[in-house]
């Protein structure tokens, strides 16, 4: 059975850093992605990553603030965020599939989710 577990969601002020990570069990995948959702508004692309980690993609909104990782050999995924914004708060989920680099930023595309983390950021 597939898993995807975040953790290292939090309650932060402007300008601080977060790290959240995304423990993956059951299967590899092709690629990851981080969404989030903000109360009332739709779930969007945040960043993704290729299997080996050779491409990644942004939304113009985190470009330059946010990278993802990936340490295959840990089956985890990594979002470092700098320079959080208030703006930034929202649930942020993890998702794998199979998707190919033009689909990364496409929900659609990811079959499986996790629970997702809760990430504030204070003005």
């Known amino acids: 059975q597939v898993q995807l577990a975040e953790s290292g969601g939090g309650l932060v002020q402007a300008g601080d850093s977060l790290r959240l990570s995304c423990a993956v069990s059951?299967?590899?995948?092709?690629?990851m992605g981080w969404f989030r959702q903000a109360p009332g508004k739709e779930r969007e692309f945040v960043a993704a990553i290729s299997r080996y980690g050779g491409l990644t993609d942004y939304a113009s909104s985190v470009k330059g603030r946010f990278t993802i990782s990936r340490d295959n050999a840990k089956s985890t995924v990594y979002l470092q965020m700098n320079s959080l914004k208030p703006e930034d708060t929202a649930v942020y989920y993890c998702?794998?599939?199979?998707?190919?680099?033009?689909?990364?930023?496409?929900?659609?595309?990811?079959?499986?989710w996790g629970q997702g983390t809760q990430v504030t950021v204070s003005p």
């Open positions: 059951g299967r590899a995948f092709s690629n």
């Open positions: 998702a794998a599939g199979l998707a190919i680099p033009s689909d990364y930023s496409k929900k659609e595309k990811y079959d499986y």
